[in-house]
């Protein structure tokens, strides 16, 4: 049974930062791509930040310069580092892993989702 446990959304005023952390546990096999993606009532689940295995990092044009993606490998868990936060930036986070199972099949993860609140 895999599970991924998202941490660190609140309520934050513009302009303050957030961390958001997703640890993956059980048997998860070769974890692939991590990311985040956030998703605001009536609308589609959107891309925020992916990193690859190898560190290479992809973001969406309205977070650039503003959030940083990142990874520890050793305790199969994502960052999300969140700066200069705006009102639009209010939406439920769900981190996301790509993987190779035990049996080396493709497996896609979601975490429970995380809601940010920025305050104007």
């Known amino acids: 049974q895999v599970q991924l446990v998202e941490s660190g959304g609140g309520l934050v005023q513009a302009g303050g930062s957030l961390r958001l952390s997703c640890a993956a546990s059980?048997?998860?096999?070769?974890?692939?791509?991590m990311g985040w993606y956030r998703q605001v009532p009536g609308k589609q689940r959107d891309l925020v930040a992916t990193?690859?295995?190898?560190?290479?990092?992809n973001y969406a044009d309205s977070v650039k310069g503003r959030f940083t993606i990142s990874r520890d490998n050793a305790k199969n868990t994502v960052y999300l580092q969140m700066n200069n936060l705006k009102p639009e930036d209010t939406a439920v986070y769900y981190c996301?892993?790509?993987?190779?199972?035990?049996?080396?099949?493709?497996?896609?993860?979601w975490g429970q989702g995380t809601q940010v609140t920025v305050s104007s």
């Open positions: 996301n892993v790509n993987s190779h199972d035990l049996r080396g099949i493709f497996r896609i993860y």
């Open positions: 059980g048997s998860i096999g070769s974890i692939n791509t």
């Open positions: 990193i690859s295995s190898g560190g290479s990092t």
